[in-house]
């Protein structure tokens, strides 16, 4: 099944910038979705299509998709951003399309 | 806005059969829309188990799809799962969730806490 690869943690002082990459095979050619999810609470998507945000979602929160890498940038990091993020596609050619990440822990310093 | 909520029993023996319902409120499921499970092992990443459409063709994880049955009721306006056989290995936080084009969830239930244990 396709694997999606994330870096354990990622560490960002306040009002500076959070990347948080998704490795996969030829990724670019899938959508990627991206979900946050915060201490005894459910995921919430935050990007879905490589770059889409859903209704009150901030804009600092976007996404970007080519070659082996998809990336979830969030701008002007606050302390609230801190959370789990985990990645996502839906590989239709594969008998097992739903795929996560293995998830990213956001530590805001 | 779609609202979901998930309901069950907590505890499961092993070998035995969990079951779970996920009751939708805000959106009549014989309208539409793709419906989804995923569970979270306690201190683990996301595992998706399978998902259904309104009308009930299926996708399953292959990793467990010959222990998993989900279904849906539009009488009720809830899907349900169900995992058989089940050992710790299955203990998990199981979500329910909507998927409105099926390749990602949008909204999801609080999620309910399922452990396997004699």
């Known amino acids: 099944s396709y694997v999606l690869t994330q870096p354990p943690s990622v560490s960002v002082a306040p009002g500076q910038t959070a990347r948080i990459t998704c490795g996969g095979n030829?990724?670019?050619?899938?959508?990627v979705h991206w979900y946050q999810q915060k201490p005894g609470q459910a995921p919430v998507l935050v990007v879905y299509d490589d770059s889409d945000r859903p209704s009150g979602i901030p804009e600092r929160f976007s996404g970007s998709n080519s070659g082996n890498t998809a990336t979830l940038t969030i701008s002007r990091v606050e302390a609230g951003d801190e959370a789990d993020y985990y990645c996502?596609?839906?590989?239709?050619?594969?008998?097992?399309?739903?795929?996560f990440g293995t998830g990213t822990k956001v530590t805001v310093l | 806005q779609v609202q979901l909520q998930e309901s069950g029993p907590g505890l499961v023996k092993p070998s035995e059969t969990l079951s779970l319902t996920c009751a939708v409120s805000g959106y009549s499921i014989s309208s539409g829309y793709y419906w989804g499970w995923i569970r979270q092992p306690p201190g683990k990443g996301l595992e998706w188990i399978g998902s259904?459409?309104?009308?009930?063709?299926?996708y399953y994880n292959p990793s467990l799809k010959s222990r998993v049955t989900i279904s849906v009721d539009t009488s009720k306006n809830q899907f349900s799962l169900k995992l058989s056989s089940v050992t710790a290995a299955d203990t998990a936080v199981y979500y329910c969730?909507?998927?409105?084009?099926?390749?990602?969830?949008?909204?999801w239930g609080q999620g309910t806490l399922v452990t396997v244990s004699s």
């Open positions: 030829n990724i670019g050619s899938k959508s």
């Open positions: 996502q596609v839906w590989d239709s050619s594969s008998d097992h399309p739903g795929v």
């Open positions: 259904i459409y309104h009308s009930g063709s299926t």
């Open positions: 969730a909507s998927a409105i084009l099926l390749e990602y969830f949008d909204y």
